[in-house]
C-alpha cells in the first residue's frame, strides 16, 4: 500500500465511525463535523446545524441528507420545537433556501 491509500483508509474508518457516533462529515476545503440530533417525525430522522455558515443539514428517512444554505438560527429553533417537523419544514425552510442534496 502507498502512503495515500493507507491515508485514504485510515480517514474512511475513521469517518464511520464519527458517523456512526451521529455526526455528519461535511467535505469542503475544511473538513466540518456536524452533530446530527434524531427527531420525532415521519419524514426526518436527523437534524444538524453549523451555527457559523448558517447551514441546516437534513437526513430524511430513506431519501439521504440535504445541506440548506442561508437559515437562521431562529428558524433552526422553531424547526427543533415544532411538533410538525415536517410541516414546520415545508412551510419555513424548504422553499426559501439554496438545496444541496450530499
Same mark, same amino acid.
Given at each position: 500500500? +502507498?502512503?495515500?491509500e493507507?491515508y485514504q483508509?485510515? =480517514?474512511?474508518? &475513521?469517518? /464511520?465511525l !464519527? ?5 455528519? !462529515?461535511?467535505?469542503?476545503? %475544511?473538513?466540518?463535523?456536524?452533530k446530527?440530533n ?6 426526518i430522522?436527523s437534524?444538524g446545524?453549523l +451555527? /457559523?455558515n448558517?447551514?441546516?443539514?437534513v437526513r ?5 441528507? =440535504?445541506k =440548506?444554505? $442561508?437559515?437562521?438560527t431562529? /428558524?433552526v429553533?422553531?424547526l427543533? $420545537? /415544532? ?5 414546520y419544514f %415545508? %412551510? ?7 438545496c %444541496?442534496? &450530499?
Open positions: 500500500m +502507498t502512503e495515500l493507507i483508509y485510515q =480517514y474512511s474508518k &475513521l469517518k /464511520a !464519527v458517523e456512526q457516533e451521529g455526526y455528519l !462529515v461535511v467535505e469542503g476545503p %475544511t473538513i466540518e463535523l456536524v446530527m434524531k427527531v420525532v417525525s415521519s419524514n430522522e437534524i446545524y +451555527t /457559523a448558517k447551514e441546516l443539514f430524511f428517512k430513506g431519501s439521504g441528507t =440535504y =440548506y444554505e $442561508n437559515v437562521g431562529e /428558524a429553533t422553531g427543533m $420545537n /415544532a411538533e410538525s417537523k415536517g410541516s %415545508t %412551510t419555513f425552510i424548504k422553499n426559501y433556501c439554496k %444541496t442534496k &450530499l
